[in-house]
């Protein structure tokens, strides 16, 4: 009589368990299983953007223009801070580029689980997935204003230097830093709601502490350590540099303290995000 209850108990040779994998292997091996619902997701986000909107993808353009020409008026001719010797404009809106993408693909990210609630506890897919899309669709955004910028470096004869090269990488550093911030808050965001209104202050501080306005020449040699803690300041720094050559100064200090701050932001934003997978369906 006990064998056959442990038999009727026992899982069938048909029952499948699909739980979160934890190393790196498994979820770069389900990323690629899972690669067309992550072009679906890209897709399905850039074409509900700009939806019933009167000038469409002009926002890619006119949100860092018109910033452009606020920082220049109330930084460059207010201010009169130094502009390492280049036009004012085109310093800023090289710095807009990087910082729109971090910060446009960071708030989407941080809100990907909550705004897609219905269909993780329907169905089974990689998490991660979801918020990791969003840099793909403000990917569109940042190549659509690099255009403006040719056109504003072509307005002011500013020659772009051979370092324009390493804007790829630059590019790809941002990315980095706007996932691991976005793994991070969107994670926490299933268990505490209060995260989606943390978010938007982050944003607006960031573009302040960060130099988009002005150069990080301005800052004081005994505040660089700190200053560079900022995952931005030295992909910014980057940008410049990459556009302009050697007429911006760049602190190569601040840079590696820069780039190590967004490889363990990155990595701990991934490691944080499959930690607390498992619990998202039930909380969400």
């Known amino acids: 009589m006990s064998q056959a209850i442990n038999k009727s108990l026992s899982p069938s040779p048909e029952e499948i368990i699909i739980s979160p994998e934890k190393s790196l292997t498994n979820l ?47 930084f460059g001719r207010l201010a009169k801070l130094p502009s390492d010797g280049v036009p004012y404009p085109v310093l800023v809106f090289t ?83 706007a996932a691991g911030a976005g793994l991070w808050f969107a994670a926490l965001n299933v268990t505490y709601r209060d995260v989606c209104y943390l978010v938007p202050f982050i944003v607006q501080l960031g573009l302040y502490i960060s130099p988009v306005g002005f150069s990080s020449s301005v800052i004081p040699d005994q505040w660089r350590i700190i200053y560079s803690i900022n995952p931005m300041v030295g992909v910014i720094d980057g940008f410049r540099w990459a556009v302009f050559g050697q007429d911006v100064n760049i602190s ?31 909380v969400i």
Not at 40 to 65: C, E, S
Not at 128 to 153: R, T, Y
Not at 255 to 281: D, H, M, P, Y
């Open 28 to 74: 770069r091996r389900e990323l690629w299983a899972y690669k067309d619902l992550f072009y679906i997701l890209a897709w399905r986000d850039f074409k509900v953007r700009y939806k019933q909107t009167a000038i469409g993808a002009a926002w890619a353009i006119i949100r860092p223009l018109l910033t452009m020409i606020v920082f220049t008026v109330v």
């Open 95 to 177: 710095a807009m580029l990087p910082w729109y993408f971090f910060a446009s693909s960071f708030q989407a990210s941080s809100n990907a689980l909550i705004s897609n609630a219905d269909m993780i506890r329907k169905i089974y897919f990689p998490r991660i997935i979801m918020p990791i899309s969003k840099l793909f669709v403000n990917l569109v955004d940042f190549l659509i204003s690099f255009a403006i910028l040719i056109m504003l470096m072509v307005w002011y004869r500013v020659t772009p230097s051979i370092n324009i090269l390493f804007l790829p990488l630059l590019l790809l550093m941002a990315g980095m830093a």
């Open 252 to 282: 190569v200090l601040s840079f590696i303290l820069s780039t190590v701050f967004i490889i363990l932001l990155f990595a701990s934003g991934i490691w944080f995000f499959q930690k607390t997978e498992r619990n998202f369906a039930d």
